[in-house]
Every structure is written in structure tokens, then in C-alpha cells.
């Protein structure tokens, strides 16, 4: 069993910057994709951004130039850097691991954020 915990989520003014990190309780990003999904009031949960095991990233367009993911190995975390943010950006956001090798999906538990003057 992994868990997930997301952190770094808050209050934060439009044209704001946030970091939001997920740390792993075990070493599986050699074998993972992460990812951070969100999901605002009303709306469907949406992916966010995609780091796979060997990299590549991947980007919803809504944030493209905006967020970038990033991880640390070493620390089993993954990173969510989030510039110039905007009021639509509210929702919870959400990490995911998936491991398709194991046939494994697991979800962290959340952390709001929201942009706001």
C-alpha cells in the first residue's frame, strides 16, 4: 500500500505562486507516473500534470507556461510549482501515483488552494 500526502496548498492572490509537493511512502517512482489532478466546485476532476518514471512531462494546456512538475528520487517526492496563478485555478488538488505494472492507482487526500485578491 502507498500513501500519498500532499502539502504546500494555501490563500494566494492572482498573479501569485504556490508549491505543492506529494511525498511517497515508498520508492516507486522508478515505476510510477505521478501525477496532480484537481477539482473545483462542480467540475469533473481534471489532470493537472504528469511526470512519468523515465521524465517526460506532460501538461494540461490550461496551465502550460505556468506549472511545472518536477521530482526528487531520492526523497520520493514530486512537485507541483505553480506561477502566476489565476482565480480559475482554485480547486483541490489531488496527487496520484500509477503504477500500471501492478495494476495500482492511488490518490493522495488533497489540498485547496485558492486564488483570490
Known amino acids: 500500500q502507498v500513501q500519498l500526502v500532499e502539502s504546500g496548498g494555501g490563500l494566494v492572490q492572482p498573479g501569485g505562486s504556490l508549491r505543492l509537493s506529494c511525498a511517497a511512502s515508498g520508492s516507486i517512482f522508478s515505476i510510477a507516473t505521478m501525477g496532480w489532478y484537481r477539482q473545483a466546485p462542480g467540475k469533473q476532476r481534471e489532470m493537472v500534470a504528469a511526470?512519468?518514471?523515465?521524465?517526460?512531462?506532460n501538461y494540461a494546456d490550461s496551465v502550460k507556461g505556468r506549472f511545472t512538475i518536477s521530482k526528487d528520487n531520492a526523497k520520493n517526492t514530486v512537485y507541483l510549482q505553480m506561477n502566476s496563478l489565476k482565480p480559475e485555478d482554485t480547486a483541490v488538488y489531488y496527487c496520484n501515483a500509477d503504477l500500471p505494472l501492478v495494476k495500482h492507482n492511488y490518490w493522495g487526500q488533497g489540498t485547496q488552494v485558492t486564488v483570490s485578491s
Open positions: 511526470i512519468t518514471s523515465g521524465g517526460s512531462t
